[in-house]
């Protein structure tokens, strides 16, 4: 499977700016042929500004249509990455994943909120998982901050999904807490983590890029530093099986002695 990242410097606050960012850089990845292409974290207002709300997208309606759009003309899917988007009134931080035929496959609303950026109080949260199967592999789908909860990612591990995709807005100054937390949630539910960050500022901070694609021994296939890149790796779920054969955290879990 091949997978196509886009590393990019969003514009904070400019809703049109980064629609048509977000296009040209989906039809320069599709020029590779990927299988799937991956979005950042709120790729249509960046993260965030106090208007986000004014600016937001209404119950998916733009941005959908874009996803759709672009998933069935390059016959790719396309993991969306997430909104601000507005449901039914109410404020979420939003994902949307297209299949091949331009057919939405999940959603998502992000379930941890970054309490030290206010999101908690812009923003209403998810409560739901996002489990789902893509060109027949099953792949899960959580956002940003909810890296640092081992336990809800642990529960999409759980349904046995072999990807897990990672749209993020993470600021420059924790880049080895990113780097760190992806390669264990990697090798600690012993699959693949594709973890899509931003560049670009914000009014006081820098987003650090380090996006990536980690196998389930938590090596890197691919992870670019803090520059603008639309880059592909290839990845090959046999590793799943091999890590498995050796070492099966799964087989070997302590179900007695925890609830997860
Ligand atoms: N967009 C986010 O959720 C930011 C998370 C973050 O900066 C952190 O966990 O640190």
Not at 84 to 92: K, R, S
Not at 96 to 121: C, M, Q, T, W
Not at 159 to 188: G, Q, S, Y
Request: aromatic share 10%; proline share 3%; hydrophobic share 40%.
């Amino acid at each position: 499977m091949k997978i196509s990242i886009i590393q990019c410097s969003l514009v904070f606050g400019d809703v049109e700016k980064n629609f048509a960012l977000i296009e040209k850089k989906i039809v320069e990845a599709a020029g590779e042929t990927p299988d799937v292409i991956v979005l950042p974290e709120m790729w249509n207002t960046s993260f965030f500004p106090n208007n986000v709300k004014e600016i937001a997208d209404i119950e998916g309606k733009r941005s959908k249509d874009l996803l759709s759009k672009l998933s069935k003309q390059f016959n790719v899917n396309i993991i969306g990455g997430s909104v601000a988007n507005t449901i039914d009134g109410e404020l979420y931080n939003t994902s949307y994943v297209y299949d091949r035929e331009g057919k939405e496959i999940a959603s998502y609303n992000k379930v941890h909120l970054f309490s030290p950026s206010g999101e908690n109080k812009y923003f209403k949260s998810g409560s739901e998982l996002c489990i789902f199967k893509m060109d027949g592999i099953k792949c899960g789908l959580s956002i940003c901050y909810d890296v640092r909860f081992p336990e809800w990612i642990r529960k999409s591990a759980l349904e046995d999904i072999e990807i897990l995709f990672l749209p993020a807005a993470w600021p420059e100054v924790r880049n080895m807490h990113w780097d760190t937390l992806n390669r264990a949630r990697a090798i600690e539910n012993q699959m693949f983590v594709v973890c899509v960050n931003s560049l670009g500022m914000t009014e006081n901070s820098k987003f650090g890029g380090h996006s990536a694609i980690i196998d389930p021994w938590g090596e890197y296939i691919l992870h670019p530093d803090d520059v603008e890149e639309v880059k592909i790796g290839a990845i090959n779920l046999k590793v799943i099986e091999n890590i498995r054969s050796s070492i099966n955290v799964f087989r070997d879990r302590r179900k007695d002695l925890y609830t997860l």
